[in-house]
Each structure stands twice: as structure tokens, then as C-alpha cells.
């Protein structure tokens, strides 16, 4: 079974400008998330799906960061315009339901803002 | 609001020698606790988990056991070894619901041959 893919692995990008993540959870499970994690922290949680439903979406900056799950499937995490402090790595994590507290982890996105 | 405080790393270990990794946990009502671990270059995976006081996770050798009286969940190998060397996170979910996982700054294990 095919695991969370994420893509890019690696961003570099000038400050300001925009940025695009996606992720292609595992077959079948509804619930999508996006994490951050900082240098020498644990991930936290940006946004969580249930199918194409933005449920929690208490964390994320929404000044600058916006998120779509256009058909239930697939997910794309955007920042506009991109600062230094947004070098981290994006994660993105699904998991059945039933089951939500089993989250499923993508490699994620590593993303360096200059 | 709910925390999960880690011991501080790195830990370096020699092969077959035994681990423990503090976690320390503060949080409203009662909430599942997680081992979740980050092979280099990899996501996190789940290691372990525990429901509910005084339930005991384990997986590849690894335990760990919700105390609630001492609000801890801490991991424990009895013979690491190489390919252990990892990043290990203690999270926890909190009540209610959410499902959001609340995670530690992670504990950098180096186990040398």
C-alpha cells in the first residue's frame, strides 16, 4: 500500500514570493492534516480535513496561508507571500476514520525562505 | 492548554545498552498518548500507543506505560541498537474530539556500534 506522498521534498525560494505544497494521502482515509515543524521542535497543526471540510483551521495563518482539499483526495497547502520565518517543513499526515488518532505521515516538504 | 515535555537530547548510547526517553505529559481530562519516530529522511511513524491509564504499548522492543499518577509516558528499550538511531517524539491527543496531535521537541538517540 502506497504511503503518504508529499511533493516537492525540497523548496528554495526568495522572500515574498509564493509557494505551493501537496500532498496525496493513502486510499481511502478522509481525514488530511498539515503540520509545521521547526527546527528542533515537534510538528504542530496548521489544518485538518474531514473529506473536503476545513474542520480545525484554528493555527493556520490565514493572512498568508491557504489551504484547499478540492475533492476529498488530494490537498495543497499555499503561503503568499512566503517569509523568513516560514523555513520549516510542511508535513502532511492522513487517517481513517474510525481510527483518526493513527495518523499516517508523508516525508514532507523542506522549505528554506532566503 | 495541553503540553507534552520531552527529556532533552541528543542521547548517545552503545549498541545493546538500555534506553529510556522521559516524556511528561499535562493535559485536561484523559488523553491517548503516542511514541511516534523520524528515521533520517523519513516521516514520523507511529511506534507506540496507549489509550488509557495503566495501559502498556509496545512495539519492536520498545515500551512504553500511561502513568497517571505521575502524568508520564516514558519509553524504554532494554538493548538498542544501530539502526534505532532516530528522532523520538512523545505526543498526545487531546479530548474532545479534535484529534489534534499535541507533540514534544523530540529526543535526537544516536546508538554507536
Known amino acids: 500500500e502506497a504511503g503518504v506522498v508529499q511533493s516537492p521534498r525540497y523548496k528554495i525560494i526568495e522572500k515574498k514570493q509564493p509557494v505551493a505544497f501537496w500532498c496525496n494521502p493513502i486510499?481511502?482515509?478522509?481525514?488530511l492534516y498539515w503540520y509545521r515543524q521547526n527546527l528542533g521542535q515537534g510538528p504542530e497543526l496548521l489544518i485538518r480535513?474531514?473529506?473536503?471540510?476545513?474542520?480545525?483551521d484554528s493555527q493556520l495563518p490565514k493572512d498568508r496561508f491557504s489551504a484547499e482539499r478540492l475533492k476529498g483526495v488530494d490537498s495543497t497547502l499555499k503561503i503568499q507571500p512566503a517569509e523568513l520565518g516560514d523555513s520549516a517543513v510542511y508535513l502532511c499526515?492522513?487517517?481513517?476514520?474510525?481510527?483518526?488518532?493513527?495518523?499516517?505521515f508523508g516525508p514532507g516538504t523542506r522549505l528554506t525562505v532566503l | 492548554g495541553n503540553s507534552v515535555t520531552q527529556m532533552e537530547g541528543p542521547v548517545t548510547l552503545s549498541e545493546e545498552a538500555f534506553l529510556t526517553i522521559n516524556c511528561t505529559y499535562t493535559?485536561?481530562?484523559?488523553?491517548?498518548l503516542f511514541w511516534y519516530v523520524q528515521y533520517p529522511g523519513e516521516g514520523l511513524q507511529l511506534l507506540l500507543k496507549?489509550?488509557?491509564?495503566?495501559d502498556k504499548g509496545s512495539n519492536k522492543g520498545f515500551e512504553a506505560t500511561y502513568r497517571k499518577e505521575t502524568t508520564s509516558f516514558h519509553l524504554e528499550k532494554g538493548s538498542v541498537q544501530v539502526s534505532d538511531s532516530a528522532v523520538y517524539f512523545c505526543?498526545?491527543?487531546?479530548?474532545?474530539?479534535?484529534?489534534?496531535?499535541?507533540f514534544g521537541k523530540g529526543t535526537k538517540l544516536t546508538v554507536n556500534p
Open positions: 480535513y474531514e473529506n473536503e471540510e476545513a474542520v480545525d
Open positions: 486510499s481511502g482515509h478522509n481525514t
Open positions: 496507549a489509550t488509557k491509564a495503566d
Open positions: 493535559a485536561t481530562g484523559y488523553p491517548s
Open positions: 505526543a498526545l491527543s487531546d479530548q474532545g474530539g479534535s484529534e489534534k496531535l499535541v
Open positions: 499526515a492522513s487517517s481513517a476514520t474510525g481510527v483518526r488518532n493513527e495518523q499516517f
